[in-house]
Nanobody, 124 residues
Framework: QVQLIESGGGLVQAGGSLRLSCVAS????????MGWFRQAPGKEREFVSG????????NYADSVKGRFTISRDSGKNTVFLQMNSLKPEDTAVYYC?????????????????WGQGTQVTVSS
């Protein structure tokens, strides 16, 4: 079992920044992918970004490329999502997820463990 705890969400004006963090505990290993997803009201959960175990391979949704940056501290089982130039359409609950694989995949069903989520609200 893996427990994931997200933090860093909040209310910010358009153009502002937030930094999300996710700490994993329990059955942790160096060989896993950590990802961020988000879900807005009435919409399906969508992939935002992911990073492999080494931190060298990352993937981003087109909607956040150039604005969001994912990084991880494997020694502390922590992943970060730096979100800059935020837009109202970024408003959603952001979830951290883990999969035990080398590949950074983008479908929610490919991830085994999930956090409870943290709310991000961007006002116009």
């Amino acid at each position: 079992q893996v427990q994931l705890i997200e933090s860093g969400g909040g209310l910010v004006q358009a153009g502002g920044s937030l930094r999300l963090s996710c700490v994993a505990s329990g059955r942790t290993s160096s060989m896993y992918v950590m990802g961020w997803f988000r879900q807005a009201p009435g919409k399906e959960r969508e992939f935002v970004s992911g990073v492999n175990w080494s931190g060298r391979s990352t993937n981003y949704a087109d909607s956040v490329k150039g604005r969001f940056t994912i990084s991880r501290d494997s020694g502390k089982n922590t992943v970060f999502l730096q979100m800059n130039s935020l837009k109202p359409e970024d408003t959603a609950v952001y979830y951290c997820a883990v999969r035990y694989s080398l590949a950074v995949l983008t479908r929610p069903r490919d991830y085994e463990y999930w956090g409870q989520g943290t709310q991000v609200t961007v006002s116009s």
